[in-house]
């Protein structure tokens, strides 16, 4: 089993930032061996990618968030983070923190972003 907590959600004005934290734990899990994803979900959509890291600090964005977006990762506090910079109201939505582990998704509970224009 694994956990995953999500936080640093909040209101910020367009073009403002925040920082998203994802913390990770289990019983017999080693983050530091799993890639990890932020996905959004906005309101009537479809879930969707929005930036991994894998083991190795090799990082992948969706071409929305591209130059705008970091991910990152410390492997010594089992934290991954999601750094959103000249946020937009199409920014707006739930933030989930995944991994998949021994073929089974695991999902963080959501934290909530909202860009007001």
């Known amino acids: 089993q694994v956990q995953l907590v999500e936080s640093g959600g909040g209101l910020v004005q367009a073009g403002g930032s925040l920082r998203l934290s994802c913390a990770a734990s289990?019983?017999?899990?080693?983050?530091?061996?799993?890639?990890i994803d932020w996905y959004r979900q906005a309101p009537g959509k479809q879930r969707e990618l929005v930036a991994e890291?894998?083991?190795?600090?090799?990082?992948t964005y969706a071409d929305s968030v591209k130059g705008r977006f970091s991910i990152s990762r410390d492997d010594a506090k089992n934290l991954v983070y999601l750094h959103m910079n000249s946020l937009t109201p199409e920014d707006t939505a739930v933030y989930f923190c995944h991994l998949n582990y021994f073929l089974r998704d695991y999902w963080g509970q959501g934290t909530q972003v909202t860009v007001s224009s």
């Open positions: 289990g019983t017999g899990f080693i983050f530091s061996f799993n890639a």
């Open positions: 890291v894998t083991p190795g600090h090799t990082t």
